[in-house]
């Protein structure tokens, strides 16, 4: 049992080496200029959402918002289809350049979040995406690639970074 627990912990260290400082960086310094965030994801990325989202209103008095009512899911993804969620509740908010979205996909490939950060991209909106399994290309502002095909393993990875900034950030402040 140990040594299983143990190689997980290995594996989320690896994964974390392996994000080059100035990606870090790079999101932090986005992080930190922006007025409102929004977090989108699902499953388990969506439970990540939602607790950054009370991390960063709570500790950092910044306008966060994530989807989290399963009425309005469900009647968005039945209104405007699945793929189309995420752009479909961003298009209220009138999104503008002071604003972030953060997309967290352990795959990187699902379509609802891409649609919504593109969505946010053609609106002038900064755009960041944390995911994992395979590396591919992406325009947004700020990608960060974990390099693990175990969903724990992403999202563990992906809690740790946004937490890190989070805690930059307090200090920050408290200066």
Same mark, same amino acid.
């Given at each position: 049992? =140990?040594?299983?627990l ?5 594996? +989320?260290r *690896?994964?974390?080496? =392996?994000i080059?400082d100035?990606?870090? =960086?790079?999101l932090?310094?986005? +992080?930190?200029?922006?007025?409102? +965030? #929004?977090? +989108?994801? &699902?499953? !388990?990325?969506? /439970? ?8 960063? $209103?709570? *500790? ?7 989807? @989290? ?8 993804? @039945?209104?405007?289809?699945?793929d ?6 961003l298009e209220r $908010?009138?999104?503008?350049? $002071?604003d972030?979205v953060? !997309? ?14 593109? $969505? /946010?991209y053609?609106c ?8 994992? #399994?395979?590396?591919?290309?992406? #325009?947004?502002?700020?990608s ?5 095909h &175990? ?6 990875s992906t809690?740790?970074?946004l937490?890190?900034?989070?805690? *930059?950030?307090v200090?920050? &402040?408290?200066?």
């Open positions: 049992m =140990e040594k299983h143990e190689k997980f912990h290995k594996d +989320i *690896r994964v974390l080496e =392996e080059p100035e990606t870090i =960086e790079s932090y310094t986005t +992080i930190g200029l922006s007025d409102r +965030i #929004f977090f +989108i994801g &699902n499953g !388990g990325s969506q /439970a990540v959402c939602s607790h950054m989202t009370t991390d960063f $209103f709570k *500790r950092l008095n910044v306008e966060a918002h994530s989807l @989290n009512s399963d009425g309005l899911i469900t009647c968005l993804a @039945n209104d405007y289809g699945f189309k969620l995420y752009s479909s509740w $908010f009138e999104l503008n350049p $002071f972030l953060i !997309g967290i996909s352990s795959s990187g490939t699902s379509p609802d979040i891409l649609h919504g950060l593109n $969505f /946010a053609e002038g909106t900064k755009t960041s995406l944390i995911y994992g #399994f395979d590396e591919k290309e992406h #325009f947004y502002d700020v960060i690639f974990l390099d693990s &175990n969903y724990g393993v992403v999202e563990l809690e740790i970074i937490h890190h900034i989070v805690e *930059r950030l200090e920050k &402040n408290e200066q």
